[in-house]
């Protein structure tokens, strides 16, 4: 008879059958996973945040988030941007971040693409918005045919949706009018309160941002219908019960004196759940997007 070897916690009907040597095997098997499960813990998790800020602008702001979230997941939390959003929507489909927050129509891609998944969003929509000076000449979307219009990005959601308003106008981007960016929203503004476009378009938020002296120089010809705002999505390789922790961990952050002063500041009206379905939604934008950034690439 084989001698068997008794190990504790295994069943009993499996530890008559190892061997000493199987034993020993199985035993390092069991430590090589527990000290792979000890390297995933000790790795930092990537906070990825979409680029709508400056990168200082964004540790600043997400630094205090990512503070609440290492306390309650016991593991450090590292923010990282992009300098522009296609570099970051390339390096959220690398699966290069393990939390990201980005765009409700760049989720879907990182969903389609790389398999994130939804957890939470801001729960004020957001707007986009279309600016001419003051004291334009320009009254309606028709006044804009033949003119320049400057934007933060072509990816800004703000941006796909006043374009699509246009289209409605009978106004075809790169036919009837033609398009600058200048990376940022108060870049864009700025293009139309020095007179070097006619129209700009913003988001909401980054508008009422602005010193009150430059929105006196703007004047808002037109607005769309409320849209999604950010959305937080974990990879794939987070399992189950990490993802769940980190959803719990960012709900607890906005209960804290430090997340309502976050939301408070940044106008996000706090958290709400975001869902596959909701992202579905975002569809043709998504598809827009994505002709978008396979045109960079080429």
Partial sequence: MRPSLF????????ARWLTPSAGVL???????????????ADKPLVLGVFPNMTAKQIVEAYRPLADSL???LQRRVVIYSARDFKTFADRTY???????????????????????????????PVRGLLVVRHDASIRDLGDL??????????LALVGLAIHAQLGEHGLRRDHDYRTLDF??????AMQVINGRADAAVLGLHPYNLMQPELRRQLRVLA??????????????????????????????????????????RG???????????????????????????RAADQ
């Fill in 145 to 154: 045919r033949g003119r320049t219009l400057a934007t933060a990005d072509p």
């Fill in 94 to 124: 690398r699966g290069e971040y393990d939390i990201v927050l980005t765009a409700p129509h760049l989720a879907f891609l990182a969903r389609q693409e790389a398999g994130y998944r939804p957890l939470l969003k801001y729960a004020q």
């Fill in 223 to 264: 607005e769309t219908p409320p849209l999604s705002s950010l959305m937080f999505l974990t990879h794939p390789r987070l399992r189950d019960a990490e993802a769940q922790a980190i959803h719990k961990g960012l709900l607890r952050f906005a209960a804290t004196p430090k997340g309502q002063a976050f939301m408070q």
């Fill in 70 to 72: 290492e306390k309650h």
């Fill in 26 to 40: 199985l035993l390092a098997l069991c430590g090589l996973c527990a000290l792979q499960s000890a390297h995933a």
């Fill in 183 to 188: 990376s940022t929203h108060l870049n864009a």
């Fill in 7 to 14: 190990w504790p916690g295994l069943p009993g009907s499996l």
């Fill in 267 to 293: 106008g996000y009206g706090g958290f709400a759940e975001a869902t596959g379905r909701e992202l579905e939604s975002f569809r043709p934008y998504a598809l827009e997007a994505q002709t978008l950034l």
